[in-house]
């Protein structure tokens, strides 16, 4: 499953194509202890931390001290709350801890996920040519024509007029941050298997680092109240978040599962319709018919699709921390998320 792309992930209201994450430090943790990922345990973060002189410190230094980690009694160096096994022994060792070590694990591992949610809202694409071209015509630069080709233009006249993509690839983010079913078949091929938002509803309600959990700095914002109101409906079966159209030229593969290989497939796929896979009595795109278009207009939106990348990412962000310059502080700044 082609992992969705972290620039400008601070401006999504769910993060994951199941939406499963509410926000961007409960999403950073998800990997961490996933199986099929990193296959870590939250316990084994808070190790890390305290172990590394200089990251405790670091640590220590934004969210007070950590907890008596050297005592392996309490805190053993492997735990974890849900694993695929009942009998893993990670699972057995966070058993293993009283309530009050469990919620300071937690609590350390939230923090970790701040941490890197505070530098993921760093990294932002805005600069493209398209972006360039808007700026120009805002200015009334009678060059802003020269930024894109005459090709993307008009793949930019039917991006916003006939083939209606703007309806869901809306906002500076090029897309609307919902759910959809477009009809793109499995890459296995038969009917959907994955629940997509179904499955992506439930857990993030029962995420314990969620927008409204103890362990958001703000839980009684808009992020959490909408949670706590949040409907699971059985036709949100099959659906997936709209991916931002920001460097899709550069993200190949394309759709949920990776089904195709190029832009100009993905176009095919939405001009013709061929091979969709109707959702029997879910919720269907009915905006989503076929549009028929030739081979040149298809090039045309590709054209515009490709003004879109901009991965001119500040350089000083790529480094490694140990050489990298300290930041200049953030001007007026929210919490790094709910």
């Keep these: 499953m082609p992992t969705p792309t972290i620039l400008n992930a601070a401006h999504h209201r769910w993060q994951s194509w199941d939406g499963r994450a509410d926000s ?9 202890e996933n199986d099929v990922e990193m296959n870590f345990t939250r316990s084994g973060v808070a190790h890390v931390l305290y172990d590394d002189a200089r990251l405790r410190s670091a640590y220590e230094a934004i969210f007070g001290a950590l907890p008596p980690l050297d005592d392996a009694a309490r805190f053993p160096r492997a735990a974890k709350p849900d694993t695929a096994s009942p009998d893993d022994p990670r699972r057995l060792a966070w058993q293993t801890m009283s309530a009050t070590d469990q919620d300071a694990v937690n609590r350390v591992a939230a923090n970790a996920g701040k941490a890197i949610a505070a ?21 009334g630069d009678a060059n802003a024509s020269s930024l894109i080709s005459p090709s993307a233009q008009r793949g930019l006249r039917l991006f916003i007029g006939r083939g209606k993509c703007r309806i869901c690839h809306s906002g500076p983010n090029f897309t609307d941050g919902e759910f959809h079913n477009t009809g793109v078949p499995p890459l296995a091929g038969g009917m959907p298997r994955d629940a ?3 499955d992506g509803a439930s857990k993030v ?36 978040k709209t991916p931002s159209l920001r460097n899709v030229a550069a993200t190949p593969p394309y759709m949920h599962q990776g089904q195709f290989a190029t832009l100009a497939d993905v176009v ?32 045309d939106l590709v054209a515009f699709l490709e003004t879109l990348t901009d991965l001119g990412i500040e350089e000083d962000l790529l ?8 930041p200049e502080p953030a001007p007026a700044m929210r919490p790094t998320s709910p």
């Design 268 to 299: 095919r796929f939405y001009s013709t319709r061929e091979n969709a896979v109707p959702m029997g009595h879910h919720r269907q795109e009915t905006i989503l018919t076929p549009l028929n278009l030739s081979a040149e207009v298809q090039s």
């Design 319 to 326: 480094r490694s921390p140990s050489t990298r310059a300290a």
């Design 24 to 32: 961007l430090w409960s999403q950073a943790l998800q990997p961490i």
């Design 119 to 139: 530098y993921e809202r760093r990294l932002v694409s805005d600069s493209s040519p398209f972006d360039r071209f808007v700026t120009a015509l805002r200015a």
């Design 196 to 198: 997509g938002r179904y």
């Design 205 to 240: 309600v029962a995420d314990p680092f969620n927008a409204a959990g103890r362990y958001s700095d703000e839980p009684q914002a808009e992020a959490a109240q909408l949670l706590r109101f949040l409907s699971n409906p059985p036709e949100n079966w099959g659906l997936f």
